[in-house]
Every structure is written in C-alpha cells, then in structure tokens.
C-alpha cells in the first residue's frame, strides 16, 4: 500500500490513522448521559406526534358530525317557512260551509303564502315572456311551430319552471319559433 494513494485508509497525507487515534475518545458516562437525552427527546417527540394525531382525528371527526348534521336538517328552514301555508289549507279544509269566493280568496292568501316562503329559500320562478331567446340551460322546447317571431324565441310557456341558487330544479316547458 502507498501512503500517498488517496484511496489508502490514512489518506493522501498519511495523517487519516493519526488524526483518528487523536481524537479523545468519550467516557462510558457521556455516552449513557447523550443516549438518556436521546431516549428523552425521542419521548417528547413521540408525546407531541401522538398528541398532534389525536387532535387532527378529533378535528376531522367533529367536521364529519357537523356534516351530517348539516345533511340532516338542511331542510329545517324551507320546512318551517311552509308550515303556514299547510296552516292555511288547513283552515280552509275546517270551514264546511265556505262560499265558492271565500275560498278563491283563501288559495290565493294562500298562494302569497307559498310564493313569499319559496323565495324566502332561493326559489325562483323562471317564466319566459313570449319573443324570449331559448334558453337550452333554463328552458325546455316541447314543442317548434311556426311563427313570426324570430327563429328559436319562446312563443308560449307551458309550465313555469324554478331555479335554485342559480341552479335549474325545474327547466320551463316552452314552445319555440320555428326557423324560417
């Protein structure tokens, strides 16, 4: 072997043995200290992991419960915003005796009622007025005839449709113009 090999264990120089045998070697004491408070910091750490897990399932779990909850009682407004008008109906069932203007006059209090409770929760009527573009996202053609209006407007609407927040729940049902 070559001293001056830097391949060789002692190096280029020769020194790599030397420097090795220098070094002051540590007490049987130092050791067990530096593993102890190896052993220590490994406890805290592992303590702070566990604890981090725990609090990251029960943040998940409690988002899940809300979740579920919100699910569940996701209708407990527009439910109780149609409680008046079943009221109404009701009342109109109990009168034996109502004149046919009597109960004209209680469908339509009635009617108020279901409209204010329907927009109250983002329902909105879609009713195109007759030489209206078609609109394929909110409307629905049953029919094309022929007509003077422009090619593919709404001529009549058949059944009103409803959004939901923007959101087709029911498309209308319109009849369009045919093209010429």
Request: proline share 7%; net charge negative.
């Amino acid at each position: 072997m070559n001293a001056n090999d830097p391949s060789s264990p002692r190096g280029a120089n020769g020194a790599g043995a030397a420097t090795a045998a220098n070094e002051p070697a540590s007490s049987p004491a130092a050791d067990a200290a530096a593993q102890a408070d190896l052993e220590a910091r490994h406890a805290e750490l592992s303590d702070a992991y566990l604890r981090a897990k725990a609090e990251a399932e029960n943040t998940r779990r409690r988002a899940e419960e809300e979740m579920a909850k919100a699910r569940k009682f996701a209708v407990e407004s527009f439910a109780e915003s149609l409680l008046p008008v079943r009221d109404s109906l009701e009342a109109a069932i109990a009168i034996p005796a109502a004149t046919p203007e009597q109960l004209l006059e209680g469908v339509h209090a009635t009617l108020r009622q279901l409209t204010t409770a329907l927009e109250r929760n983002k329902v909105v009527e879609v009713n195109p007025p007759a030489g209206a573009r078609f609109d394929p996202h909110q409307h629905q053609a049953i029919s094309v005839v022929p007509a003077a209006q422009e090619p593919n407007t709404v001529v009549a609407v058949l059944q009103k449709g409803y959004l939901i927040a923007d959101r087709v729940l029911r498309p209308a049902l319109v009849t369009v113009s045919a093209s010429s």
